[in-house]
Nanobody, 129 residues
Framework: QVQLVESGGGLVQAGDSLRLSCTASGGTVSNYVMGWFRQAPGKEHEFVAVIGRIGATTYYADSVKGRFTISRDNVKDTVYLQMNSLKPEDTAVYYC??????????????????????RGQGTQVTVSS
C-alpha cells in the first residue's frame, strides 16, 4: 500500500511561486507514473500534470503549460510541482496520485483520476489577487 503525502501549499499573491512536494512511503515511486490533480471548491478534479517513471515523458494541462513544471527524484521517492506565475484561478486543493499503468507516452488515460491507484490527502494552495 503506497501512501502519498503532499506538502508545500500555502497562501501567496498572484505572480508568486510555490513548489509542492509529494513523498511516498510503503512503496517505490519509481514503480509508478505520478500525476498532480487539483480541485477547486464546487468543481470536479482537474488534471494538472503527469510524469513517467523515469521522468522522460511529461504532459500538462493547457491552463498551466509554461508556468508549472513537474519533476521527480526517484532516489528520494518524491515528486515535485514547481508553480510559477500563480494566478487566482490556480486556487485549489492539490493532490498527487500514483498509477501502475504502463505506456504513458501517447496515451489518453492520464488525465483521469480513476486511472490512478493511490492518491494523497492534498495540500491547499490559495492565490490572492
Amino acid at each position: 500500500q503506497v501512501q502519498l503525502v503532499e506538502s508545500g501549499g500555502g497562501l501567496v499573491q498572484a505572480g508568486d511561486s510555490l513548489r509542492l512536494s509529494c513523498t511516498a512511503s510503503g512503496g517505490t515511486v519509481s514503480n509508478y507514473v505520478m500525476g498532480w490533480f487539483r480541485q477547486a471548491p464546487g468543481k470536479e478534479h482537474e488534471f494538472v500534470a503527469v510524469i513517467g517513471r523515469i521522468g522522460a515523458t511529461t504532459y500538462y494541462a493547457d491552463s498551466v503549460k509554461g508556468r508549472f513544471t513537474i519533476s521527480r527524484d526517484n532516489v528520494k521517492d518524491t515528486v515535485y510541482l514547481q508553480m510559477n506565475s500563480l494566478k487566482p484561478e490556480d486556487t485549489a486543493v492539490y493532490y498527487c496520485a500514483a498509477s501502475s499503468r504502463r505506456g504513458l507516452y501517447g496515451s489518453t488515460w492520464y488525465p483521469f483520476m480513476g486511472s490512478y491507484d493511490y492518491r494523497g490527502q492534498g495540500t491547499q494552495v490559495t492565490v490572492s489577487s
